[in-house]
């Protein structure tokens, strides 16, 4: 079986199906009629089969060594992207639990501990020690109340997050303008301006301290103010006293015979209606983390948030119920220990009252 | 995957067309969660998985390295689309219901040829050739690789010194088998 070298690549290009036309035909001749070509063209694909089989073993070696390392592990991209967004997830979550702790328990880490006992120091500057405001109070910010903000229209501008020297040379201009005796004297003492400046110094210092640390947010004071509050009291006839005190439309539903009153006692009730300087009152204005809208009052300390400090307020007292007037607009304020939103006066006789 | 980044399709394919071996590493494990998902979905095991991958990259090398390949659609889902047929296939082979296909018949390179010789003793002639000789020679017959990239890779002049290295190689393996068989036993 002595194949020539013609004949092997002739061979080669039949078994390969490269072998067309004439020369397709004359080899199929032969083929069919040479014995001798045929057991070389078997011969000959027996051991291409073999070279095939050979080189396919050691391509599989070749691929079995390199892949032998069960260590490697195969991520999909889908896989990938799935990783990468938990990823990015947690790391939120992270992130935002540090910016925003759910308490000071034990969560918090050393160093916010320390700067929130910091800020409490801060505070007790701020604050009488006869105050009635528990230390807590500060430390339950309105970030819980971020749900609720209440609508108070054009009430508030946006607030100075920084007190200054110049706003409290302001606050002593405000006292001045709503001082009516010989009080003022002693409320611009209570007027911690310096108080003021020197806890916002210690907020300043605290927060330089742990700048390097996570700064958790809070409400930040802006002002202390005091003001005058005048007892508004009234001898009205029963109807009348009952339409006060009751903010409810039965009252305007009673009989005009009732309701109608002699001129004279008019005047008269006018005349004790005249408002006279009862107390003070010692307001702070916050700025709320969250932009929260609201008061806090426990009697001595009204905490106003999101209101601005420039607003020239009045305070009025009827029936031992307090009323503050905002830029035209009277307001309920209510004892309390919670955040409370500004509850707007709508009896029109009560207002007609404060109005006077 | 950890360690390769991903290439793109015409990147493996010219790799391939140069001979690279390690781009069928590259698709191995650039597929192997895919194939091995779907294998392990339809009845397979993890023995499975590897023979059915090293077979469908195998068969992509030997596909892309022919002349008038083209590849119409993602290297990845011309590579699942292999590696579902051979598996579809190694099923019909274990559930018995092996179809018959007419024309193996009639190729001449049947087993029935074969029977009386041992296929694996001229695997082990192949593999004991001087490795230029075995490199050429699956080169050509199995990688499909063009005469003039065979000389490249293994620093012959050109193309005709190829071909006439081939037949030497050839016909001197061709009588160590005969040396082994008699020539009825290759018919």
């Given amino acids: 079986m002595n194949v020539d070298e013609k004949t092997y690549h002739i061979i080669n290009a039949y078994l390969s199906g490269t072998l067309q036309g004439r020369g397709l035909d004359k080899f199929k001749a032969d083929l069919k009629n040479n014995t001798e070509i045929r057991e070389a063209v078997a011969a000959q694909q027996s051991i291409i089969q073999a070279i095939e089989t050979a080189r396919d073993k050691e391509l599989k070696d070749f691929i079995s060594k390199s892949t032998s390392n069960k260590g490697v592990i195969t991520i999909s991209p889908k896989w ?36 929130i006992n910091q800020l409490e120091n801060a505070e007790d500057l701020l604050l009488p020690i006869d105050s009635v405001m528990q230390k807590d109070d500060s430390l339950a910010d309105t970030q819980t109340l971020a749900i609720v903000t209440p609508q108070v229209p054009k009430l508030i501008e946006e607030p100075a997050l920084e007190v200054t020297e110049d706003a409290s040379v302001e606050q002593d201009e405000e006292i001045e303008e709503v001082d009516n005796d010989g009080i003022e004297d002693d409320l611009n003492a209570e007027i911690a301006s310096d108080t003021v400046t020197t806890a916002n110094e210690l907020i300043s210092s605290t927060s330089k301290d742990t700048k390097t640390d996570i700064v958790v947010l809070g409400d ?81 300390l009204l905490k106003l948030y999101g209101i601005d400090q420039n607003q020239v307020l009045e305070f009025k007292e009827l029936d031992n119920r307090l009323y503050v007037r905002i830029g035209g607009t009277h307001f309920y304020l209510e004892r309390n220990q919670n955040h409370k939103r500004l509850a707007e006066v709508s009896n029109p006789t009560l207002l007609k009252v404060l109005n006077e | ?18 001979g690279d071996e390690q781009m069928l590493i590259y698709m191995y494990k650039q597929h192997y969660t895919m194939v091995k998902n779907f294998i392990l979905k339809n009845s397979g095991d993890e023995d499975a998985v590897d023979d059915i991958l090293q077979d469908t990259v195998i068969a992509v090398w030997k596909n892309a390295n022919k002349t008038n390949f083209l590849l119409r659609s ?67 017959y199995f990688d499909g690789f063009s005469t003039k990239l065979i000389a490249d890779k293994l620093n012959f002049a050109n193309a005709d010194t190829v071909k006439s290295k081939k037949y030497q190689c050839f016909k001197k393996l061709q009588s160590s088998v005969l040396n082994k068989y008699k020539k009825e036993d290759l018919i």
Avoid at chain 1, 249 to 278: C, F, G, M, N, Y
Avoid at chain 2, 99 to 119: A, F, I
Wanted: hydrophobic content about 40%.
């Fill in chain 2, 74 to 140: 993602k290297l990845s889902t011309y590579i699942m689309a292999i590696a579902k047929n051979l598996w579809y296939k190694e099923l019909k082979k274990k559930t018995k219901f092996k179809l018959v296909d007419e024309t193996q018949k009639m190729d001449l390179g049947s087993e029935e040829m074969n029977l009386n010789m041992d296929q694996s003793i001229i695997i082990k002639m192949v593999q004991e050739m001087d490795e230029t000789c075995r490199r050429l020679l699956s080169y050509f």
């Fill in chain 2, 1 to 18: 995957m950890f360690g390769i980044g991903e290439k793109a399709d015409h990147t493996v394919l010219e790799k391939i067309n140069q």
């Fill in chain 1, 80 to 115: 990938r992207v799935a990783m990468a967004s938990a990823a990015a997830i947690v790391l939120l979550a992270v992130v935002f639990l540090k910016l925003n702790p759910l308490g000071t328990n034990d969560s918090s880490t050393p160093t916010e501990i320390a700067s």
């Fill in chain 1, 220 to 300: 930040k004071l802006l002002t202390t103010k005091s003001y005058p509050v005048f007892a508004v009291a009234l001898d009205l006839n029963p109807s009348r006293a009952e339409s006060l005190i009751e903010v409810q439309p039965e009252a305007t539903r009673l009989s005009r015979k009732e309701r109608k009153v002699p001129e004279q006692a008019e005047d008269e009730a006018a005349a004790k209606a005249k408002p006279q300087l009862s107390r003070a009152i010692k307001v702070q204005y916050w700025n709320s983390v969250v932009n929260y809208i609201g008061y806090q009052y426990n009697g001595a």
